[in-house]
């Protein structure tokens, strides 16, 4: 299974509601990572995992609040977001954070803040 | 500083013909390169990397990359173009000198023309 998967596809929310987007590899891989990316633009690092651990945090609002419960997943909590947040937010996995390996990437979930 | 420059905005090729897709490269010590590929509203898909090793690079798709380390690129090529290959391509650097995290250039937008 080389497949990151991500849940919802689509996301649409107001500024006032929480919501939580989730992401899943079965890779054993053990860094994962958050990114952020706008219509036509190279994607933005968020967070990186590794080991379970919150290793980068890339001076993320504090709107966004990541999770790892377990080597496998990976979740993105959402909380009082601004419209300007509004974008493409991709997960990925590598078999380590310091390696040469690549990044597998998930198809992404696009969220709409009203 | 390290980065990554993709010179060209878009591309545009006829169906059949060899493509090419720059990328430049400024990083201290040796270069870790990737090329991802992004179809429209979807995740980035990973091409090919550069280690070590043979300058010319095989990757998925029929796509190849040629490592020029005195003229610091790392060019995409494919031979003959398909319309399916219509895409948003992405060179990355591997920053090894502090957060091991990638450095992505701005994207080339490839149009393959019947």
């Known amino acids: 299974d080389t497949e990151v998967t991500q849940t919802p596809k689509h996301l649409v929310m107001g500024m006032t509601n929480k919501k939580s987007l989730k992401c899943e590899q079965h890779?054993?891989?053990?860094?994962m990572y958050w990114y952020k990316q706008k219509a036509k633009k190279p994607p933005e690092l968020m967070f990186v995992?590794?080991?379970?651990?919150?290793?980068i945090n890339e001076s993320v609002p504090s709107r966004f609040s990541p999770e790892c419960p377990n080597s496998s997943l990976l979740n993105l909590h959402l909380h009082a977001l601004q419209p300007e947040d509004s974008a493409l937010y991709l997960c990925a996995s590598s078999q380590g954070q310091t390696d040469y390996n690549e990044q597998f990437f998930g198809p992404g979930t696009r969220l709409t803040v009203l | 500083a390290q980065s990554v420059a993709q010179p060209e905005d878009q591309v545009n090729v006829a169906e059949g013909n060899p493509l090419t897709v720059k990328c430049t490269y400024s990083?201290?010590?040796?270069?870790?390169l990737f090329w991802y590929v992004q179809y429209p509203n979807r995740g980035l898909q990973f091409l090919l990397k550069?280690?070590?090793?043979d300058n010319l690079v095989k990757g998925s798709y029929g796509f190849e990359a040629e490592f020029n380390k005195s003229q610091t690129s790392f060019h995409l090529k494919k031979p003959s173009a398909l319309v399916s290959d219509s895409a948003l391509y992405f060179c990355a650097v591997r920053d090894m000198g502090s957060n091991y995290q990638l450095i992505w250039g701005a994207g080339t937008k490839l149009i393959i023309k019947p």
């Open positions: 995992y590794s080991y379970e651990k919150l290793s």
């Open positions: 890779m054993g891989h053990r860094a």
């Open positions: 990083v201290s010590g040796n270069p870790y």
């Open positions: 550069y280690i070590t090793g």
